[in-house]
């Protein structure tokens, strides 16, 4: 039996990752609506630039790897204006510091939003999205070890916003 | 689900956490602008708009 036609558009698989697509974003947005935003800006680019994708590769992290791409450059953009209109240097949203130096329990979610752009991706692609370290290593385009430092950090980070301290289940002292 | 010993009882807090936070944004519903907005790059290929392809 010869399949009529059977050859799909592999475009028709991008709906598929939507809702992961969605997720990943929100995680680097921290709000739905500007993550929808985002989400639809790389979907546009995906579709325009689909040429680019090798079949043999992993679909999931070449669609991650331009929502995060479409996030960053908006930020550089963003970031660039700000500092045109105001003259100051712009907050280094990339900067490891975390947010502010409170040690107090804090609800998980306003923990993790607190944490910088590149810890957050690194722990939802590898503890939630269920990526391999090197996948999301792939997906951010660094060094395997990289991520894992992110990750270390990023851990460790909310194990101090959210009272525990890390490596140590003492509670939480104010030194 | 796998436990993997070597993680203390914190990361294992963490990427409970994790996995929760993402799976109820995975659940959320996706808004139709998507699907819409996947049929109008189609449509407007099919209708040879140069704009769609390059």
């Known amino acids: ?4 036609r059977a050859q799909p ?3 028709d698989e991008i709906i598929n990752f939507l809702p992961e697509m969605r997720a990943f974003a929100i ?8 993550a929808d935003d985002l989400v639809q800006d790389a979907v546009v680019k995906a579709w325009k630039s689909f040429h680019q994708f090798q079949s043999d590769t992993n679909l999931r992290a070449w669609l991650f790897t331009i929502v995060r791409n479409t996030f ?3 930020l550089r953009r963003r970031r660039r204006e700000v500092e045109h209109a105001e003259q100051t240097p712009a907050e280094d949203a990339t900067d490891d510091r975390g947010a502010d130096p409170i040690i107090a329990v804090m609800d998980f979610e306003k ?3 607190t944490l910088p ?3 957050r991706e690194a722990l939802v692609l590898v503890g ?4 391999s370290y090197e996948e999301a290593a792939e997906t951010c385009e660094v060094a395997v070890g990289t991520i894992k430092s992110r990750i270390n950090r990023g851990r460790k980070r909310l194990a101090e916003l959210l009272g525990h301290d890390a490596g140590d289940t003492r509670g939480t002292t104010d030194d | 689900m796998t436990r993997d010993p070597k ?3 914190v990361e294992r807090d963490i990427d409970d956490n994790l996995r929760k936070v993402y799976r109820e944004m995975v659940e959320q519903e996706v808004p139709d602008r998507f699907r819409d907005l996947l049929d109008k790059l189609r449509q407007s290929e099919q209708n040879g708009d140069p704009e769609a392809k390059e």
Do not use: C, H, I, V
Request: hydrophobic share 25%; glycine share 4%; charged share 30%.
């Open chain 1, 1 to 4: 039996m010869s399949a009529p």
């Open chain 1, 9 to 11: 558009d592999p475009r």
């Open chain 1, 27 to 34: 995680s680097l947005t921290r709000d739905a609506p500007s």
């Open chain 1, 72 to 74: 960053y450059s908006d």
């Open chain 1, 111 to 113: 923990a993790f939003s």
């Open chain 1, 117 to 119: 752009d590149e810890q």
């Open chain 1, 128 to 131: 939630a999205s269920g990526m």
């Open chain 2, 7 to 9: 993680k203390s009882d």
